[in-house]
């Protein structure tokens, strides 16, 4: 029976099935474990929640809590101000990045692409660890930034050190170095199979450089911008490590908040509660954007 649904199907189910085989085993079985945790009461038992019996089938108070707890609000305002801020200067980094990249020679753009790569060879936590390094009070890097800092403010407000560390300032700092890749590379893809003859075509007609670009090139890219800043944006939201080494520990991130709820305050049904809140608020944006992308390429394949 097997032999035959191979020679009926061939191979193409079977490699095609695999990813949902994964997608279920790794995130839609954990997923579901966590949701339904988020509904558990706390208890003083191993494991610290509870179903039923002297403790109610369904709790909702963690979901409560996310909107009346000013700690989970001001984490949650915090990881989205910071991603955002994150995710703006990826942009603005990598689309001259990525742009520059696709007008260079061929010989060049595979070297190049290396550099932008080349630091997912090293440990994340070695890069990490060497942004403190940079940012210490006597660090080169912070005596640079501090000369610069008194050369261009009044004397009043001049200092020994700028205070980097454990601010969001370093978390953003860090974040922008981490996931530039992720936003380089989805750009790159995009505008490398952009037809440059358009852009020919509109200076030939007259326009200007900059013309050509707001209005052939970038509209072009939304699609590699929208990806370049989903791929940022969701996991620096999330981000436990770098909020947690170089970060305000009395405004932490929403990652850090879930972390110490499982782990120091051990209210499981909190900490899940949490984790689906910022699932939902990160994957449903994604999902309505792919829904309305899925039909209006419908649309046009139609016409």
Not at 80 to 89: C, F, H, K, S, T
Not at 101 to 109: D, I, P
Not at 173 to 184: D, E, G, R
Not at 198 to 224: C, H, K, N, W, Y
Request: one cysteine or more; charged letters at 10%; aromatic letters at 12%.
């Amino acid at each position: 029976m097997l032999a035959r649904w191979f020679h009926r199907r061939g191979w193409s189910d079977l490699v095609i099935g695999l990813p949902y085989v994964w997608l279920l085993i790794f995130f839609l079985i954990p997923f579901l474990i966590v949701a339904a945790m988020s509904f558990a009461t706390r208890t003083p038992t191993a494991p610290p929640f509870g179903f039923g019996g002297e403790n109610p089938a369904i709790n909702l108070t963690g979901y409560s809590r996310l909107f009346t707890d000013a700690l989970y609000l001001r984490a949650f305002v915090t990881s989205l101000a910071n991603a955002a801020v994150a995710m703006v200067l990826c942009l603005a980094l990598g689309y001259p990045m990525a742009l520059g990249l696709t007008r260079v020679e061929r010989g060049w753009r595979n070297i190049l692409l290396m550099l932008v790569i080349l630091p997912f060879w090293t440990s994340f936590l070695l890069r990490v660890y060497a942004w403190m390094g940079l940012m210490g009070s006597n660090s080169w890097f912070n005596h640079l930034l501090t000369q610069a800092w008194n050369w261009l403010v009044p004397q009043a407000w001049a200092l020994r050190s700028l205070p980097l560390m454990h601010s969001n300032f370093a978390v953003v700092l860090v974040m922008v170095y981490t996931y530039l890749p992720f936003m380089i590379l989805p750009l790159y893809a995009n505008l490398e199979r952009l037809d440059e003859t358009l852009d020919e075509a509109a200076m030939d007609l007259g326009s200007r450089p900059f013309a050509v670009f707001r209005d052939i090139t970038l509209p072009q890219s939304l699609p590699g911008i929208i990806a370049g800043g989903m791929l940022v944006f969701i996991p620096a939201a999330g981000e436990l490590v770098i909020p947690t080494l170089v970060g305000d520990a009395s405004s932490p991130m929403i990652g850090r908040v879930i972390s110490d709820e499982f782990a120091s305050a051990r209210d499981w049904p909190m900490a899940s509660s949490v984790a689906v809140a910022l699932l939902i608020l990160m994957v449903g944006p994604m999902m309505i954007y792919s829904h309305f992308e899925a039909r209006a390429q419908s649309r046009e394949s139609g016409t």
